[in-house]
Structures are given as structure tokens and as C-alpha cells.
């Protein structure tokens, strides 16, 4: 299996949005829709976090310091899966990481600063 592909991080200001992506190049939709899709973080000197997963059924879960302000989602035809994030602070700033079927990609950075 390829590994996942991020991407959408850049500099933004507090309280600004930004969208991230994560696609497994040349994955069938079977596949896609096999398993767990699970974002990661890690900000500088600190552990790589858990912040949202989506499984097979489309069940969600998030970390608790992201509730209400991220969105992790699949699309089916484009077989990528997103993560909205909306409201962003300074201590999200982070490398955000996909993984799939315990693969991982190389990271997009997120940067709020202003």
C-alpha cells in the first residue's frame, strides 16, 4: 500500500480555517472503505496526538480540544478524506499527520500565528 499523501497546511491567523486532505494514491474504493482514517498532530518537542478519526460506518470521534471546531469527513468519489478546521488557535499549530491501516504520510504543517 502507497503511503497517504497530506496536504492544505499553511500559515493562517487565529480564528481563520483551513482544510486538509489525505488521499492514498492509486487506493481502490474497497480499500478506502476498509478501515480506520485517523489525523494525528505533533507540535514541536511534544507527542504525536490523536485528533479525529472516521471509521468504515462514517462514525467520528475527536479529541476533546478540537470538539466543535474540526471536522474529519471521507469523500467517497474522490476517495480522500478531510479534516475542516475552523476557529484555529495558536496551540494548533502542529505537523498533521494521516494514517491509514497504520501507514503513515509525511505530514502537512499548520501554522496559526499572527
Known amino acids: 500500500q502507497a503511503r497517504p499523501e497530506e496536504s492544505g497546511g499553511m500559515l493562517v491567523q487565529p480564528g481563520q480555517s483551513l482544510r486538509l486532505s489525505c488521499r492514498v494514491p492509486r487506493i481502490i474504493t474497497s480499500t478506502f472503505n476498509s478501515d480506520t482514517w485517523a489525523w494525528y498532530r505533533q507540535a514541536p518537542g511534544k507527542q504525536r496526538d490523536l485528533v479525529a478519526t472516521v471509521d468504515p460506518r462514517g462514525t467520528t470521534t475527536y479529541a476533546d480540544s478540537v470538539k466543535g471546531r474540526f471536522t474529519i469527513s471521507k469523500d467517497y468519489a474522490k476517495k480522500t478524506v478531510y479534516l475542516q478546521m475552523n476557529g484555529l488557535r495558536a496551540e494548533d499549530t502542529a505537523l498533521y499527520y494521516c494514517?491509514?491501516?497504520?501507514?503513515w504520510g509525511q505530514g502537512t504543517q499548520v501554522t496559526v500565528s499572527s
Open positions: 494514517n491509514f491501516k497504520g501507514t
